[in-house]
């Protein structure tokens, strides 16, 4: 498995459920939280491009606004006959904050090594 590179999640985290987009090095992504989980995911739906940021969650899954497809939190997985999937980043908790993980290469993309 590829090494992960943590990079702090630098926006404030309200209490609650909420979704919204996050700008990590020059990327968008999509924050939020549900059943008490903080997730990251790309905010890019794969079936047509809908914004999954201006999306909501339901039973442990991100719904896209445009055609309301689902993706799982976890594994990124589309609903049965979707056959789509999302890029989910792992996210943890530190003292001073979240954390997003990237893998290396991934993260050596947003940064230009
Ligand atoms: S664009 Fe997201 S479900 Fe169609």
Redesign the pocket.
């Known amino acids: 498995m590829a090494e992960l590179r943590w990079y702090k999640i630098d926006v404030e985290i309200p209490e609650g459920d909420f979704v919204r987009q996050l700008n990590i090095a020059g990327k968008k992504l999509c924050l939020l939280r549900h059943q008490d989980q903080i997730h990251l995911v790309q905010n890019t ?1 794969p ?4 914004i999954l940021s201006g999306g909501w969650c339901e039973k442990g899954k991100l719904i ?1 606004p ?4 689902a993706y799982d939190l976890v594994s990124g997985r589309g609903a049965e006959g979707q056959g789509d999937y999302i890029n989910i980043y792992p996210v943890r908790q530190e003292a001073d904050g979240f954390y997003a993980g990237f893998k290396q290469s991934l993260f050596s993309r947003f940064f230009k090594k």
């Open positions: 739906c079936h047509a491009g809908g896209c445009i055609h309301r497809y």
